[in-house]
């Protein structure tokens, strides 16, 4: 499984915003295979998390055609800086309150 995060500064958000964000998530989910995503802001910074099964699919949802606009909108118009990792799991643990220990 993999990870992408993607860290930015935010500058002006619109409802344009908004509404490619909507789009780009189900987008990923339902034709590129997305398996979760998170998102959070905090002030001016904007942290979010997707899981991928493989890295093959990761680089076909980056080559969206409406990704790629997205992208574009982000670079010209809605964020002052960004970062994003694209990382292997290679271990996960859990804990669920409920689960009963034996």
């Known amino acids: ?14 409802d344009e915003y908004f509404e490619a964000i909507e789009r780009m998530k189900a987008l990923a989910f339902e ?3 997305c398996l979760e995503f998170y998102a959070l802001m905090d002030g001016d910074r904007r942290v979010a998390i ?9 680089k076909n949802w980056k ?21 994003v990792q694209v990382v292997k799991i290679h271990r996960e643990y859990s804990h669920n309150s409920e689960q009963v220990n034996p």
């Open 63 to 83: 080559q969206n055609s409406e990704h790629l606009n997205a992208q574009a909108s982000g670079r010209k118009k809605w964020y002052e800086s960004y970062t």
């Open 50 to 58: 997707s899981y991928w099964n493989s890295e093959d699919d990761i």
């Open 31 to 33: 034709e590129y295979g």
């Open 1 to 14: 499984m993999y990870a992408v995060i993607f860290r930015a500064t935010v500058g002006a958000l619109d």
